[in-house]
């Protein structure tokens, strides 16, 4: 990241950027792309990510995750069980009944893993540290099964979401307290 910043001071000085224009593209590696209405990094990221959405095998709620880092893609997974474990489009979901924290019953299918635990599983798998990484995501990931906490543990700093998710108030916290930022790209309240 400093190292980019350094770049890019250097390339100000000698492109006569506006300011403006250094801070929405301040990467060096993003000179061949600066032009007007070209798609913001937040956006490309999220086109990406819904790719992803198209492999989930529970389809309650498709779930995509894409993670970057300084503008490099290093891990990205969807919402799926285990190797090994039966997926809901062949055995079916796997549904609980809950209390929410309005002491309502909610159904959920636990079949599957998060598509942010699933990404971060695999970056840790071929030895990626997410330290300082952007978390792009479907929804404001859950603490239902722990996933605004295990981005927190990651050292995950940036969450952009498309949507809100229902029970976004603790994750939300959980953020704040851990200068994570958080984005939505869209308004709107997903609920399922
Ligand atoms: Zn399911
Ligand atoms: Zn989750």
């Not at 893993?113 to 859950?142: D, F, G, K």
């Not at 700093?157 to 029970?167: A, E, I």
Request: with cysteine; charged share 25%; net charge negative.
């Amino acid at each position: 990241m400093h190292y980019n910043m350094v770049n890019y001071t250097l390339y100000y000085f000698t492109q006569h950027m506006t300011l403006d224009e250094m801070i929405e593209n301040w990467s060096i590696r993003d000179h061949g792309h600066l032009k007007p209405n070209n798609i913001s990094w937040d956006d490309y990221f999220m086109d990406v990510a819904r790719v992803v959405w198209e492999k989930c095998t529970c389809d309650r709620w498709k779930c995509w995750c894409v993670i970057v880092r300084d503008y490099d893609i290093i891990s990205s997974w969807f919402a799926n069980a285990p190797e090994w474990s039966d997926t809901c489009d062949k055995a079916g979901h796997q549904m609980i009944s809950m209390t929410n924290d309005k002491w309502e019953i909610e159904e959920h299918c636990m079949r599957n893993n998060c598509a942010e635990q699933n990404a971060i599983a695999s970056a840790a798998r071929i030895w990626i540290p997410l330290e300082w990484a952007t978390m792009y995501v479907t929804m404001t990931p859950c603490t239902i099964r722990h996933c605004a906490h295990m981005i927190v543990a990651c050292g995950i700093k940036r969450v952009v979401c498309d949507k809100r998710y229902q029970h976004w108030q603790e994750s939300e916290e959980i953020f704040k307290r851990a200068w994570i930022e958080l984005v939505y790209l869209n308004d709107g309240v997903v609920e399922y």
